[in-house]
């Protein structure tokens, strides 16, 4: 067995998740585009209607809204902050002329005497001087009756008073905060003629037909949606679709029906259904699966492990097949039935809650049991590692394995692409579009299958149950010739 691949991490998977589905969905666009007779009528009358600039200007005239533009949100950003509680009591306090009565207040020399003196009355040394026998006579005795006198002092008592109360507190949390800046900026811009023009402008229904543009649009009948003619050059230019155009699609699951599709997938080993239409487990393994830990919900495939007192069939390579009571049953499904295919990619989104002793597995098999291989397997506890690799019965009486153990992640945390590329010379796993193994020895050279399934080779923890591994979806794809 090969060694630990210390990954430093994979891609945010629903980052990059986004970032394919994007590309397969513009290369789709690109594709119908490329036929299109819209296309087609462009070539025609390129000659004639060439500008970008007149291209967007019809668009934005035809289709934007105020609501589509930055200045509504930013006049939506304004008043929202005009209901804000605070900042109503912001303004009352300022339009008062409290805010600035206080300032003044703050800043007046009686008042930075009255803090001088309080400070000073705070102070051990005043302490000290008023325990003495000539108090009265002292310097200190004068600062007590000149901190006396300022405390009366009308404004120092508004003052002190008005720092206690809540309007206060607002105003100087939010004085120089960058909401209130804020504020005041959106004031400025929504209130400007400029931007009332614009909001006029934007709201008026029927100003593509006041411009000029209209006229010569009209020559553009079947061209309604010429803002695809852009996006479709642009992507022209850039050639972004170079790799997906060696690939098409072979088979595709998104569990998007109410139940599991019986025509792609079977619910235990293959040769359990295709021999006696039942289902079993190997030797060792503590879980039976059963079509009932098989639940999709919101488009998601759950294989659910729990415990669960159950009879069913035992394989043993030696006895054949006895019936066994089990305490755990799990899930398996499986296209033996439906769809093989040698070389190509493989993929799915899965997520898993649970590490051993809970192997939650992404493997693929031909015809015999060797050569197998796991796209993942996690083998191992914590969560923070998988292992992925070819098993090979490379000399017909020895099993080999080529694996690599995987970390770089807590797997258990979130939903994970796990993708395998499969060629004559060689294999390429990935996790996110990181390459995390590649193996050029023991390729194996038969159609396989897809299984997803967990598997119990010792009891769990009661606390562990149910374990639930989750499947979003399955793709697999060929090289086109």
Known sequence: ?????????????????????????????????????????????????????????????????????????????????????????????YRSGK?????????????????????????PEFYKEKSGSDFKKSEAYQKYKAFKKLKKNKDIRWALKTEKSEAWKTFKKLEESDRIAEYYELKAIVESQEFKD???????????????????????????????????????????????????LTFEDNFNGASLDTNKWITGYYWGKALMNDTYSLEGEKQYYTADNIEIRDSVLRIITQKEQIEGKVWNPTWGFRKEKFD??????????SFRQQYGRFEA???????????????????????????????????????????ADVTKKTVKESTKRIKGARFTRDFYIYSLDWSGKEMVWRINGVEVYRQTHNIPEEPMYLTFCTTLPEEPKDSDLPAVMEIDWIRCFQKKD
């Open 198 to 248: 614009f909001k006029t402008y934007m709201e008026d229904r029927h100003r593509f037909k006041k411009s000029d543009e209209a006229a010569l649009l009209k020559e553009f009948a079947d061209l309604k949606k010429h803002k695809d003619i852009i996006w479709f050059l642009r992507k022209k230019e850039e050639k972004p679709f170079e790799e997906i155009k060696k690939w098409e």
């Open 1 to 93: 067995m090969a060694g630990i691949l210390f990954g430093k991490g994979f891609p945010n998977t629903q980052k990059y998740e986004d970032q394919q589905t994007r590309l397969r969905n513009d290369y789709a666009r690109f594709q119908e585009l490329e036929n299109s007779s819209l296309y087609q009528r462009y070539q025609e009358l390129d000659r004639k209607i060439h500008s970008g600039d007149f291209e967007k200007k019809v668009l934005d005239l035809k289709h934007k809204k105020f609501k589509d533009t930055q200045e509504y949100l930013q006049l939506k950003r304004f008043n929202e902050l005009n209901k804000n509680k605070e900042i109503k009591t912001y303004l009352k306090f």
């Open 328 to 337: 755990y049953t799990s899930g398996l499904i499986s296209t033996g039935q």
């Open 99 to 123: 805010g600035k009565r206080m300032q003044e207040i703050f800043e007046s020399d009686a008042f930075k005497r009255y803090k001088e003196l309080q400070k000073y009355l705070n102070s």
């Open 349 to 391: 989104k899965v997520r898993f809650n649970k590490a051993y002793p809970f192997i939650n597995a992404f493997w693929m098999v031909g015809e015999k049991m060797v050569p197998h291989v796991d796209v993942f397997k996690s083998m191992y506890p914590g969560g923070r590692l998988l292992e992925a690799g070819i098993i």
